[in-house]
């Protein structure tokens, strides 16, 4: 079993700044992709970010159209960390950031941290 710990999350005045850390326990086979999701209350959870292993750290990303420019995602495959680094941010980016890792192509895992909360005051 891999595990997938989050760290970083807190509260900010919009405007500010966070980064997330996500650490995944044990190795991580193949092709997968890193990311971020978010749930705010009586919401759907939604993707906020990607990114995939390619032959150095950082692969392709993919982002919500509602973070371009201000969210930034990377990983450190020797660490088995993805981070998130989140700048300008607004009170609609309140929400639980839950990490998570997913194969791609060979294997089928799909691995969830407990989610970290994110608050965002106006």
């Known amino acids: 079993q891999v595990q997938l710990v989050e760290s970083g999350g807190g509260l900010v005045q919009a405007g500010g700044s966070l980064r997330l850390s996500c650490t995944a326990s044990?190795?991580?086979?193949?092709?997968?992709?890193m990311g971020w999701y978010r749930q705010a209350p009586g919401k759907q959870r939604e993707l906020v970010a990607t990114?995939?292993?390619?032959?150095?750290?950082?692969?392709?990303?993919n982002y919500a159209d509602s973070v371009k420019g201000r969210f930034t995602i990377s990983r450190d495959n020797a660490k088995n960390t993805v981070y998130l680094q989140m700048n300008s941010l607004k009170p609609e980016d309140t929400a639980v950031y839950y990490c998570n890792i997913k194969a791609t192509l060979t294997y089928n895992y799909d691995y969830w941290g407990q989610g970290t909360q994110v608050t965002v005051s106006s």
């Open positions: 990114i995939t292993n390619g032959i150095t750290n950082g692969g392709r990303t």
């Open positions: 044990g190795r991580i086979f193949g092709r997968n992709a």
